[in-house]
């Protein structure tokens, strides 16, 4: 057996094609099934999470977060839009921060990334259980039943196979875009924005439309943030895209706009109708209470609601699909344990990445249940917005240093926003994982979240970098390194 080879202070471990035949993908997105993914996957910030930020900040507060959020998407999406044509890798940002950052940019990257996606489907979960048990009046206790049922049925789903998991993406997703449009319409007539959006009670120097001033705004940069995480996985389906140079740009940049339209209608129409910003802001099924504005109270607004469930099952699936592929590729280069990256034989599929997963999602959701939080969905979304940060921080950061380290790799889409917008993006969400830190009722989860990340580098100090492997996105980083070391006029 060959000794193994140490390059960026790591060490790679030879394999044989056995390896990569055990975790192989199956190629089938096109631009639409692209766009679903990332819709999907971010639409259920329209049906619950996002108003969460409306008891921290206030109308005001929220709507100008979501205006500084815009800014910071803005920027992140054009910069994936020009790495990950690029670099059209599996890896997604685990792959953009290894060839520009190294081995442990490329892990760090890809640990906070996991923490995201592990973390957000337990988020969304909680919310279904929400609106589930709304719907079937089943009490607060049995909400982790409404929990496992959820993860059992659809990372089944994930595990059947890539085409179905498309297929059903692009369809809930359309089903979940049809149910907030007949919200939007039907809330038109009942838009009162003085008498709802600003019935929150100012505090001490507040105002009706800052009712907690300009520190409002900071503590619901997270909230607003949830209108809009999770566009970024796209580049996690580029080994399973038929041309990630063409559609990964034009999904990325159709999806965000597509979030943005819906995010302002959202918090326009959600807060501007009874009950109003006060209540909304502190319930686990928001557009229930809208849909009970409109059509009142009986069978036909608990069949609307359950329709809007849509919404969030649209989110739950997709990123489920998520955590699969960054776990699968993680894995598969060594940075996590490799069985995690195995796939099915006949389906192709990351089955083990996708169980495991589950696994810890659910686990995490159910501690956090038990901890006597009182709102069990905002802590997770806090948490998963701790890993979201870390790894948008490592991905613009990547994308600063691979337009003077690798200017000579082909890019089919270069950002109209270049340095300057990713440096603006960089500098907001730099502030907005630091203010995770100051709201002391999700406290303790966003510091559980920070040892999580804490005890992963240690592990990889450790044990993992000293097992890794020449996937992909490891081959193409360490041939373009060795590139530019030569070429004249590059930066190292």
């Not at 709802?196 to 300009?214: D, K, Q, T, Y």
């Not at 918090?267 to 909304?280: M, N, Q, R, T, W």
């Given at each position: 057996m060959s000794e193994p080879e140490s390059i960026d202070g790591v060490r790679y471990h030879a394999v044989d094609a056995a390896y990569f035949e055990k975790r192989g993908l199956r190629k089938y997105a096109g631009v639409w099934s692209l766009w679903a993914l990332g819709v999907g996957a971010v639409i259920s910030g329209d049906f619950f999470g996002w108003n969460f930020g409306l008891g921290a900040g206030g109308f005001g507060g929220l709507f100008i977060a979501t205006l500084i959020v815009v800014v910071m998407y803005l920027g992140l999406c054009f910069s994936l839009a020009e790495m990950s044509p690029a670099l059209p890798h599996t890896g997604g940002a685990y792959s953009f921060g290894r060839s520009a950052l190294g081995p442990w940019g490329g892990f760090l990257t890809g640990?906070?990334?996991?923490?995201?996606?592990?973390?957000?489907?337990?988020?969304?979960?909680?919310?279904?259980?929400?609106?589930?048990?709304?719907?079937?009046?089943?009490?607060?206790?049995?909400?982790?039943?409404?929990?496992?049922?959820?993860?059992?049925?659809?990372?089944?789903l994930n595990y059947w196979g890539v085409e179905l998991s498309f297929k059903f993406t692009l369809v809930i997703t359309f089903i979940a875009l049809a149910i907030?449009?007949?919200?939007?319409?039907?809330?038109?007539?009942?838009?009162?924005?003085?008498?709802?959006?600003?019935?929150?009670?100012?505090?001490?120097?507040?105002?009706?439309?800052?009712?907690?001033?300009?520190?409002?705004?900071?503590?619901?940069?997270?909230?607003?943030?949830?209108?809009?995480?999770?566009?970024?996985?796209?580049?996690?389906?580029?080994?399973?895209?038929?041309?990630?140079?063409?559609?990964?740009?034009?999904?990325?940049?159709?999806?965000?706009?597509?979030?943005?339209?819906?995010?302002?209608?959202?918090?326009?129409?959600?807060?501007?109708?009874?009950?109003?910003?006060?209540?909304?802001?502190?319930?686990?099924?928001?557009?229930?209470?809208?849909?009970?504005?409109?059509?009142?109270?009986?069978?036909?607004?608990?069949?609307?609601?359950?329709?809007?469930?849509?919404?969030?099952?649209?989110?739950?699936?997709?990123?489920?699909?998520?955590?699969?592929?960054?776990?699968?590729?993680?894995?598969?280069?060594?940075?996590?344990?490799?069985?995690?990256?195995?796939?099915?034989?006949?389906?192709?599929?990351?089955?083990?990445?996708?169980?495991?997963?589950?696994?810890?999602?659910?686990?995490?959701?159910?501690?956090?249940?038990?901890?006597?939080?009182?709102?069990?969905?905002?802590?997770?979304l806090n948490m998963a917005v701790f890993g979201a940060m870390i790894s948008y921080i490592m991905q613009l950061v990547s994308f600063i240093l691979l337009r003077s380290k690798l200017p000579h790799i082909e890019r089919p889409f270069v950002s109209p926003l270049g340095v300057p917008g990713a440096v603006v993006a960089l500098v907001i969400a730099v502030v907005t994982l630091v203010s995770l830190f100051f709201n002391p009722d999700y406290r303790p989860g966003v510091w559980g979240c920070a040892i999580w990340f804490l005890t992963g580098i240690a592990y990889f100090g450790l044990y993992g970098r000293h097992h890794l492997v020449k996937s992909p996105e490891e081959a193409f980083a360490i041939s373009h390194r060795s590139k530019s070391e030569t070429v004249p006029g590059l930066a190292d």
């Open positions: 640990l906070g990334e996991n923490m995201e996606y592990v973390l957000t489907p337990a988020v969304i979960v909680v919310g279904i259980g929400g609106y589930l048990g709304a719907i079937f009046g089943t009490p607060a206790e049995l909400a982790p039943m409404w929990w496992l049922f959820c993860y059992v049925i659809f990372v089944g907030l449009i007949v919200f939007f319409v039907g809330a038109i007539s009942h838009f009162d924005f003085a008498a709802n959006a600003l019935n929150i009670e100012p505090g001490p120097g507040g105002s009706a439309f800052l009712p907690f001033g300009w520190a409002g705004v900071l503590a619901a940069l997270p909230f607003a943030i949830w209108f809009f995480l999770a566009i970024e996985q796209l580049p996690l389906a580029a080994e399973e895209s038929h041309d990630p140079k063409r559609d990964m740009p034009r999904g990325l940049l159709l999806g965000i706009l597509t979030l943005i339209a819906l995010a302002f209608l959202t918090l326009f129409l959600s807060a501007g109708i009874a009950p109003g910003a006060k209540e909304v802001g502190t319930s686990t099924e928001p557009l229930f209470l809208g849909f009970q504005t409109i059509f009142g109270d009986g069978i036909g607004v608990k069949l609307l609601a359950m329709i809007a469930a849509a919404g969030l099952i649209a989110s739950f699936h997709a990123i489920i699909y998520a955590y699969g592929r960054n776990i699968y590729s993680l894995a598969r280069a060594g940075y996590f344990p490799k069985w995690l990256s195995v796939t099915h034989g006949e389906r192709k599929t990351p089955h083990v990445a996708l169980f495991a997963g589950a696994a810890l999602g659910f686990l995490v959701a159910f501690v956090m249940q038990y901890s006597g939080s009182a709102l069990v969905g905002a802590a997770l």
